[in-house]
């Protein structure tokens, strides 16, 4: 593997090594953007909880609020970035880390309410994610053609304008599917 590198970088220059290099973990604007918010709003969450910035009870709601409406986020306004392999990794990730930060913390008395816990929206990006990874999948073998979701910007037409085609049916069903799911990963 090494001397493959070797033999194909050995034309190039030092500028020409280094774009190859950045452009395997390029992103674009909208993705970065999305990635350091995210994790600024963790921080601010994070921070505000640990200094005693904020009262309590607000950051537990602003929490169950943040961590409910993530995942509606990601798969209703930024499902094409998702089709970017390393974007999506980058955001598994985070779903997993959510994952774990939720079993570590989930039982804090200061996130409790009487019937669950402000933190439970940690949940639920992973499976989101998972069941969008696979819905898209399905359509690629099906269809021969990527999927698109019916809620993007918040407008429930079946005319696609980036796409330029009309969604069919099973793509309405699996928009369905994972609005269903977001909700229900975060209440259970």
Known sequence: MYTWSIIIFSHLDNSSRMRIITNRFKFDLVEWISMIVHCLICLFFWTSY???????????????GYFFILPLIL??????????VKYFIVWTIIGLIQLL???V??????????RGTGLSGLKS??????????????????????M?????????????????????????????????SAIIFSAI
């Open 148 to 180: 698109i979701i019916s809620i993007r910007h918040f407008r429930m037409t079946m005319y696609e304008e980036e796409d330029n085609r009309d969604m069919t049916w099973i793509e309405v069903l699996f928009s369905l599917i994972l609005l269903a």
């Open 125 to 146: 990006l992973l499976p989101v994610l998972i069941i969008f990874q696979i819905l898209r999948q399905i359509s690629l073998k099906v269809y021969n053609r990527e």
């Open 105 to 114: 913390i989930k039982d804090n008395p200061d996130f409790l309410f009487p």
């Open 75 to 84: 798969i209703g306004l930024l499902f094409r970035n998702l089709r970017n």
């Open 50 to 64: 640990r200094f005693d910035l904020i009262p309590v009870s607000a950051i537990k709601i602003w929490t169950n």
């Open 101 to 103: 930060v939720y079993f």
